[in-house]
């Protein structure tokens, strides 16, 4: 199976004094349903960052979808960012676009045309429950509806990787259900690797799934 | 509303920038025009006992526009009832040249000493007259009205240019992290400040019809003209045509400047 993340000796840091990932080996494969844990500072989110480039290695080497992330240039980082899709604890939506819009944001940057946007918005945000609600600016709708769109935006374009980092930190157990449903959906029925940083692992996962755990700035598999 | 606000501050800053430079130009013509108005009635006048050709007196210095004889006649006119013939034909014989010379521009009181020291050097002029006290107090207010008008400027830039600084601040807080998201799933930097560029432009050309607008009103309404007219100056305020360009061209580079430095300064934050 395709390696979709290859981590080697990686090493990071905020500050050269600082590491908080040390030599780390490890990799995942093309379809893979992963969990991350560890303690809170152990460098889950750390870790998540550098899978996106927006932190870069301090030692080793870090390649994600075939693209080394070491020394990357901007335009084939752009590239690589648009095969991701990303799911954060606090949402990051654009305040002042509709969700709407900020469903179709991927797609606005992967230069889909207008119509095909409007269709593939239409069925993710009724996928995710909230068509009703379209017209409506992120400050209108509750933490679970914020999340449910955040969800829906990193699905838009159907990227190989899927990033969540404590995607349901924040939720009750309806909208908390259905994010998880929707990354299961996402593994089985899109093929996309999912990559998820939690503190807790849900118990009634329908997937098979790989489990690291970070602990002492070391990354392993726990079997 | 907030947003309205945010608009209306980049709005009034470069409002207030263009008005203040379309007063600085229209006071700079009327500096110039008075300049001009002071030239044309400041000539120096040299006297010779021989008659000199007048190009002559062109050709000592660039700054000698032209050249005139002061005619004698009427002074001799007005001695011939007083005078007997005998005595006036000695008098026209003995009567001295004199010329009047213009020159290219008002001159520094420097450039007036210069002049002299120039003349001097032929043998024929025997007098020069400079009017150098009641000229050096004219240029003097002149020089002083000019740096004053440019002080004025110069504060007036200051003051809106620190309001462009607190408006960046605001645009850099407010559009970073949208910034942020769209980097995050790939948007290229064109892309990601698109939108900020376009509010930049929107806003300057609102602040350009706005200014542009408010000098067509005190042009149409002759503001300042009755002054001007009193000290038989003829300034033209606003040049539709040429003044509007200068406006609109330095409210969009402005806000361009700024979009442009909020965009080099944004840093990623997810």
Known sequence: MDKVILAQDLSLAYNTEETIISRANFSVS??????????????????????????????????????????????????????????????????????????????????????????????????VKLSHKMGKYPPELSGGEQQRVAMARALAHNPILILADEPTGNLDDYSSKLIWNLLEGANTQLNATVLVVTHHIPEDLAVDYKHFNIEGGDVYEVS | MKS????????????????????YIVVDRTVKAYEYDLNENYSIVVVTQKKVDTDTLVAM??????ADEISTKEVISNLQSQMKQRHI???????????????????????????????????????????????????????LFKSVIVLFAIAIFAVTSLLIIKEMRIWQFQHNERMSIMAMFGAPVWMR??????????????????????????????????????????????????????????????????????????????
């Open chain 1, 30 to 127: 093309s379809g893979d349903f992963v969990f991350i844990t560890g303690a809170s500072g152990s460098g889950k989110s750390t870790l998540l960052r550098s899978f996106y480039g927006a932190l870069k290695p301090e030692n080793g080497s870090l390649i994600v979808g075939g693209v080394e992330v070491n020394n990357i240039s901007s335009s084939k980082l752009n590239f690589l960012r648009r095969h991701i899709g990303i799911v954060f604890q606090d949402y990051k939506l654009i305040k002042e676009w509709t969700i709407e819009k900020n469903v179709a944001l991927p797609l606005i940057i992967n230069g889909y045309a207008k119509d095909v946007c409007d269709i593939q918005v239409d069925k993710l945000l009724n996928h």
């Open chain 2, 4 to 23: 309205v606000k945010n608009h209306l501050s980049l709005i009034i800053a470069l409002f207030t920038i263009v008005f203040t430079m379309q007063i």
């Open chain 2, 61 to 66: 210095s660039p700054k000698i526009k032209s």
């Open chain 2, 89 to 143: 034909d000695l008098l026209k014989l003995s009567l001295p040249h004199f010329y009047s010379l213009h020159l290219t521009h008002y001159p520094a009181p420097h450039e007036v000493k210069e002049l002299r020291k120039r003349l001097e050097k032929n043998s024929h002029i025997t007098r020069i007259e400079d009017f150098a006290q009641s000229h050096d107090t004219l240029y003097k207010l002149l020089l």
């Open chain 2, 193 to 270: 400040s698109a939108v900020l560029f376009r509010v930049s432009i929107v806003d300057a050309v609102i602040a350009s019809v706005l200014a542009i607008g408010t000098i067509t009103y005190a042009d149409f309404m002759k503001v300042g003209n009755e002054q001007l007219q009193s000290i038989g100056i003829e300034v033209l305020l606003f040049d539709p045509i040429n003044d509007s360009l200068l406006i609109v061209g330095v409210a969009l580079s402005l806000s361009i400047i700024l979009a442009t430095l909020i965009v080099i300064g944004h840093k990623e934050e997810v």
